[in-house]
């Protein structure tokens, strides 16, 4: 019984519900004939086209809010990929790498809190605001219905008041409808009109919030943003003034400084102590098979000291006649008997013999034979030129400076064991021209930095 009375007042509300759409529809189309008069309310119509102006502006403030944000996460994606970028080509050995490394990590960090700033701050508070216009217009649609409601009793109730034939029971009825029907709408109506009017007044503070917090938040931004940017250009700066000719030069191979303070020491005691080997013994019995000894310094011989032989023409297909003649043991270096020609060496001159350092080089195409001995216009021992790509700082005192298209005349170590693998010994073309001081001009270079002419 209890669901057959459920069921039937179910019914009954439809039926009622009904019942009202048609006299609702009814009452509309009267209206717009003329036949039936309509409630009008200018202020409160006011009202409503402020709601609906408010809501459109709203609407959009808040898709192009939306719209905001998808691009700063997008530049956020942007700015990320372009440091990654930089990390990438920014090689180890580059300085100021961990620096530029750290900038793009506070850079990836400055993104995501503006972004998050701006969803808590602007977005949120403009989704709240938005919150409630819904409703409103919800009970603005509901005032309207109920004010058609109120217009249809008051018709009804005035139909019946003027009829020919009046029914007292009905006209009492269509006024308690009537009355009732008043009280619904005005107790709607008075409530939006105290809230539409304050709606529409809370936008200005609104908007001063929004556009005030994303001002704020992207003047920070950019603050942040700036300093991160100059610290990025201060470390581009300093990369670019420590390779001021724009090309990154080539880093040269470590030298091992066990052999470079060894080599500092033997230099020093050699400079202190007396020079040897100044006295060339003569070779056993005049023999011409006797091995020249290894001269110890590189010093030029005196004009007057040339090895013998050493105007003579040198054969290119022939390296140990050369090495022979200027060492005065070939038949080529003139009549005389070897040991006629040491004897006539010492009779001749009262200066000590200067031993020969024997070393093949080739140069311009030809085999030059001795250490330079024969030729002063190159050094002691001169084996091949080379010239500088790249500009080379020196590091210690015995390195050579050098600068791009500096041409190095290469000479050999005076002790081989304190050779560095991947650097040369040698003396500048231009300090060797001017001066021809060996001891102060000559000085190691890493060989990568040359390119070999000669």
Not at 43 to 65: A, I
Not at 83 to 102: H, I, S, T
Not at 265 to 282: L, T, V
Request: charged share 30%; hydrophobic share 35%.
């Amino acid at each position: 019984m209890a669901e057959m009375g459920s069921k039937g007042v179910t019914a009954g509300k439809i039926a009622s519900n009904v019942q009202k759409k048609l006299t609702r529809a009814q009452e509309k189309v009267l209206q717009k004939l003329g036949k039936a008069d309509e409630t009008k309310d200018e202020q409160f119509e006011q009202c409503v086209q402020n709601f609906n102006k408010q809501l459109t502006e709203g609407t959009r403030l808040q898709k192009d809010l939306r719209t905001y944000l998808a691009s700063v996460k997008a530049m956020h994606e942007a700015s990320k990929k372009l440091n990654e970028c930089l990390q990438e080509v920014y090689e180890p050995d580059w300085p100021g790498r961990e620096e530029a490394n750290k900038i793009a990590e506070n850079n990836d960090l400055l993104w995501v809190d503006y972004h998050q700033k701006l969803v808590d701050q602007a977005l949120l508070t403009m989704d709240t605001y938005l919150g409630q216009f819904p409703d409103i217009k919800s009970r603005i649609a509901k005032r309207g219905r109920k004010l058609v409601d109120f217009d249809s009793a008051r018709h009804h109730y005035e139909s019946l008041q003027t009829a020919k034939k009046k029914d007292e029971a009905k006209i009492a009825k269509a006024e308690e409808e009537l009355i009732k029907a008043q009280k619904v709408f005005e107790e709607m109506n008075v409530d939006l009109q105290e809230e539409l009017p304050s709606l529409w007044n809370s936008r200005v503070g609104f908007y001063v919030n929004t556009f005030q917090s994303i001002a704020g938040l992207e003047e920070n931004f950019h603050k942040e943003m700036s300093k991160l940017n100059q610290n990025l250009n201060d470390v581009l700066v300093s990369l670019e003034k420590q390779h001021g000719s724009n090309t990154f030069t080539i880093k040269a191979q470590p030298r091992k400084k066990t052999k470079l303070f060894s080599r500092l020491r033997r230099k020093k005691n050699s400079d202190n102590a007396p020079a040897k080997g100044n006295k060339s013994p003569s070779p056993p019995d005049g023999s011409p098979a006797a091995t020249p000894e290894i001269r110890v310094n590189h010093e030029p011989e005196p004009a007057g000291a040339a090895a013998p032989g050493a105007a003579l023409p040198k054969s290119p297909s022939q390296p140990a006649e050369a090495s022979e003649v200027a060492c005065g043991t070939h038949p080529a270096a003139g009549a005389q008997e070897p040991g006629e020609t040491a004897a006539s060496e010492a009779a001749s001159s009262s200066l000590p013999a200067v031993v020969v350092e024997t070393f093949s080089a080739t140069v311009n195409g030809t085999v030059e034979g001795g250490s330079g001995a024969g030729r002063l216009d190159l050094p002691p021992g001169f084996m091949f030129k080379v010239q500088a790509q790249h500009d080379y700082t020196a590091t210690d005192t015995d390195e050579l400076q050098l600068k791009a298209g500096d041409v190095v005349l290469v000479i050999p170590f005076q002790n081989p064991e304190e050779q560095d693998e991947g650097w040369l010994m040698g003396v500048k073309e231009s300090d060797w021209i001017l001066h021809k001081e060996l001891e102060k001009c000559r000085g190691v270079f890493p060989e990568n930095f040359t390119a070999r002419v000669q």
